[in-house]
């Protein structure tokens, strides 16, 4: 079989999270266990750890699935307006019509719309294409790139989120590792980024950078580079729904916009994912809600705006909470959450924990990892699996349970970590 | 850039429906034609040509997008009951938390049994995977195979959906083609699958034989081949809600079913898929709704049979008037459609018009379509697209229009077809 397939890995499924399945029907049959009930920070999934979903964007989806809602169920007026606007791009009036390829164009123009109010610079809806979640569209601009020997290459920031990795060995690319800098904040280091491209010159010959913004798994958030970027660097940028204050991983939905690209590149890339079909047609309605939420002075703009600001407003206090502790823990370092709903705190890991580790031919942060899992429940996702400086010991671990289950989660963590630590010293 | 995505070509979403776009637009800013709206013949996107959805289907849908109408609004009880089942089976109750890789279990478990009710074979759920559509669980399965030099060999029909020949070509392997028996209603010839595989030793090694059923472009249908092929051979089956009576093609549903398959390879297939999160859950609901509908003496059982029931009737209708239609069709050669909502007529194109057509630089199948469409508006997609054998023309058609549309679409088509007889006569 394909050995790039063989050769790829994907950490933020791989054997924790499958064993932390194990333990969830372990408990389930009874088994005697020292907690009752698996917290999953391991994955940014925020519908299921408790978060609840956006009326807006449900009511619309409701009404897109089944129409006669439209008439005979009080939803406001503006989601029925939505709804039938939506309706009407759809061919025969239907989300069971396929979509054009790139997603339908009144959702990929109110997309346009909203990045160009966000960034404040011209997004053209043609060079905007609706995907099925972001990862989906990642891969299908990663595959343009040209393996071979020497083969194209890469450059993605260390720690980095597992896709890329998986997707360059997948496709056959190198990739080329920069660290991001984690004394200033996981920013970027003009003279890494230069060093990491002088040393691949061996190998490969790059042509892309990846920049994750905000950071997965370090939730630092990189601002404007200005000019001569914005007019010059051929980029595509990604967004998903799954992420933010709405957090709809299932429906899958996001969006790719396109930069500056090559004309004749661009068509095959349109051409290549023609092939595909179309990203699933409620996913893009779900989008087009995301893209153009309900305006000052429209029916459903305070009820979504009241969710809105609560959703962010307790990210906010739990992303403080979390760092906080981590930082009031000996061995561990945390950097502030800037984006993004993960931190990757810095741990310190005893010489015998090291030692317990190796005898088990695990990484001392997967062992790590494990003994939490086993002995509270809590998942999480070892540093070694988004890549980490030689030496050094990480977890990323997610803000998304709830206040209380999270006030729990730090309670048992802390106290596993002083046990692990006594146990290793 | 990868040269593997700059020769892929996708003809069903390719010159030809662009064009049909680009009149649609002519014709709404009020162009002068012999035709006052374009047919879509060229897909089989049923919702799209007037096909209404299944009542079930959309109700579950509809409960689940916005979980307030399971208590509030007047739905059949066995769709609350279902809605809610299915809820349970996902994170936070909510559509929006991710599922599992490969699918949501309980709708693994009920695919696993709608395909051993269907076929009298056991099924096992955990080699049952949900899908976004067959596409995505098509090329997740070609992906496993070896590019390389020689790389891995496919055998695929001639014609075929060029679905496979895009993905082939993308992924590096050697596709081989095998050519179906026209005159035998386009049925399977083990002579000629032997010549192919003999023929191909040259330039590749042959891991795996696709078998379209029903067949695309052609419309025929293979019968069980009983063993020893039913316990031996390493098969995965596709099934999409794209198609039959329900012709959910924007939800994006369906599944693979793995049997035989070598343990290791499986790991590293499923490996593979978690890195691309997981399909849409709304997709995976309506895919439940497929395998398992409404029960006799259930709420919903007397309107999903009603409606299941029409369609079904009218296509089988459909699907004779076309075909019947096109054999009454000087030159025109057309067998008959078992399953499937496409016919694949061949017809005899006049030596002028193969001249005319090479004088464009076009396929002579693909001038008569490109002519159809600027003189009718009916868009079909040539045979080429598919593949045929040389020196034959052929072209695909649906028979999704609904009735009167369809009798309107083939009375303008004899006319087409004598005019450009006569004129290249």
């Known amino acids: 079989m394909k050995q790039n397939v063989v ?115 011209p997004s053209n809806w043609e060079d905007v294409l609706i995907t099925a979640g972001a990862s989906m569209g990642i891969k299908s601009i990663l595959n343009l790139f040209a393996p071979g020997n020497p083969p194209d290459g890469v450059l993605i920031p260390i720690p980095q989120y597992p896709l890329y990795s998986a997707t ?36 490969c010959c790059v042509k892309c950078i990846v920049i994750i913004n905000p950071g997965n798994p370090t939730g630092q958030v990189l601002r404007e580079m200005g000019k001569p970027y914005t007019d010059e660097v051929e980029l595509t940028s990604f967004m998903t729904i799954s992420k933010g204050y709405m957090g709809e991983c299932g429906l899958r939905g996001g969006w790719l916009e396109i930069v500056n690209m090559d004309k004749e590149v661009q068509t ?17 309605i779900a989008t087009d809600a995301v893209a153009r939420p309900p305006k000052q002075g429209e029916p459903s703009y305070d009820l979504y705006i009241k969710e809105k600001t609560a959703v962010l407003d ?20 945390c950097n502030p959450i800037q984006g993004a709903m993960y931190c990757f705190p810095r741990i310190q ?29 809590i998942c999480i996702v070892a540093g070694s699996g988004f890549k980490q400086r030689p030496g050094t010991y990480h977890f990323r671990t997610t803000i998304l349970p709830q206040p209380e289950l999270l006030n729990e989660m730090l309670t048992i963590f802390k106290e596993f970590h002083q046990k692990f630590t006594k146990k290793y010293s």
Not at 171 to 188: A, N, P, R
Not at 314 to 333: C, H, I, P, Q, Y
């Open 268 to 284: 095959h890339l349109y051409k290549a994912l023609s092939a595909m079909l179309c990203p699933t047609v409620l996913g893009q």
């Open 168 to 203: 360059l060995v997948e496709f056959g690319l190198e990739g080329v590792g920069y660290y991001l800098d984690e004394d200033k904040g996981w920013g970027l280091d003009m003279n890494e980024l230069k060093g990491a491209l002088e040393k691949s010159k061996k190998t």
């Open 314 to 333: 307790s990210l906010k206090t739990r992303a403080k909470l979390v760092v906080d502790t981590f930082n009031s823990m000996e061995g561990f370092k």
């Open 7 to 121: 050769k790829l890995e994907y950490a933020v499924r791989g054997p924790l999270v499958i064993r932390a399945a194990a333990i969830e029907n372990e408990l389930k049959k009874g088994a005697n266990k020292p907690f009752k009930k698996v917290i999953r920070a391991n994955l940014g999934d925020a519908h299921a750890m408790g978060a609840k979903p956006i009326t807006f964007i449900r009511q619309i989806l409701a009404c897109a699935s089944f129409p006669e809602l439209i008439e005979k169920y009080d939803f406001p007026s503006d989601v029925k307006q939505r709804a039938n606007e939506l309706l009407d791009a759809c061919g025969g009036r239907s989300v069971g019509a396929y979509s054009a390829s790139y997603g339908i164009e009144i959702i990929r123009k109110d997309v346009a719309k909203y990045i160009e109010d966000r960034d404040g610079h």
């Open 349 to 377: 890991l005893p010489p015998k924990a090291i030692e317990a580790a190796k005898a088990e031919g695990k990484a001392a942060d997967v062992f790590y990892a494990f003994s939490l899992l086993e002995e509270t429940g």
